[in-house]
């Protein structure tokens, strides 16, 4: 079955601590994202990346970090740096020159 | 002015009615609309995207664009308790810049009564 995976579903995070989220998709596509959803909020982009070993600060990049060493793998670093990491975080992808985006299941970070 | 909005709701609906959700968007340039299902404690699901304007039906749903109100509507027909959800419309931010980003709305949640 082609689609997105995330893991953890659930993450619990010390003040302090650095996690990363994974996100891996054996769609081919080409563009991925990472997202955070708020309550009551629309997402907001933090990361996307449009081609292996590249990739462009969103509108919220501040504290977190990415890399995009596989085509398949698009990484997301939370860093301690990050004031209020408490969220649903959400990797989505797409082909490249389409805009419909495709998302994995989530993971919803807590900070303790 | 946000760039996507939406009534927050909830919006109720009886069972078998019509749920009518709107949205609309602030950028002239766009080019490709989008409406995602997503319940409560899932991610995003895509079930419509439209992109020239008048309707597209696809069994229940019917995604309707007018770029001149730029205005985008989801109607649900025959609404099942199974359609209760938020639904995000998304849309294409315009090709200002070198990479063509995708705006979501806050989302409507909707809630079909039995």
């Known amino acids: 079955d082609g689609g997105i995976t995330q893991s953890p579903k659930y993450l619990f995070r010390k003040e302090g601590q650095n996690v990363t989220l994974s996100c891996e998709q054996n769609?081919?596509?080409?563009?991925m994202y990472w997202y955070r959803q708020d309550p009551g909020q629309g997402l907001r982009l933090i990361y996307y990346?449009?081609?292996?070993?590249?990739?462009q600060k969103g509108d919220i990049a501040e504290g977190y970090s990415v890399s995009r060493e596989k085509k398949e793998s698009f990484p997301l670093t939370v860093t301690s740096a990050q004031k209020n990491p408490t969220a649903f975080y959400l990797c989505?992808?797409?082909?490249?020159?389409?805009?419909?985006?495709?998302f994995g299941p989530g993971t919803r970070l807590t900070v303790l | 002015q946000k760039e996507v909005e939406q009534n927050s709701g909830p919006l109720s609906v009886p069972e078998g009615a019509i749920a009518s959700l709107n949205c609309t968007y602030s950028?002239?340039?766009?080019?490709?609309f989008f409406w995602y299902r997503q319940y409560s404690g899932k991610s995003p699901e895509l079930i419509m995207f439209?992109?020239?304007?008048g309707d597209k039906e696809d069994g229940r749903f019917t995604a309707q664009l007018n770029k001149a109100s730029q205005y985008v509507s989801l109607l649900i027909r025959d609404s099942q308790p199974s359609d209760s959800a938020t639904y995000l419309c998304?849309?294409?931010?315009?090709?200002?810049?070198?990479?063509?980003?995708?705006?979501f709305g806050p989302g409507t949640s909707l809630s079909v009564i039995p």
């Open positions: 989505a992808s797409s082909m490249v020159g389409r805009h419909e985006q495709f």
């Open positions: 769609l081919n596509h080409d563009a």
């Open positions: 990346s449009q081609i292996v070993n590249d990739f």
């Open positions: 950028d002239r340039g766009s080019q490709s």
């Open positions: 439209i992109y020239s304007n």
């Open positions: 998304a849309v294409n931010k315009g090709a200002e810049t070198s990479y063509d980003k995708v705006i």
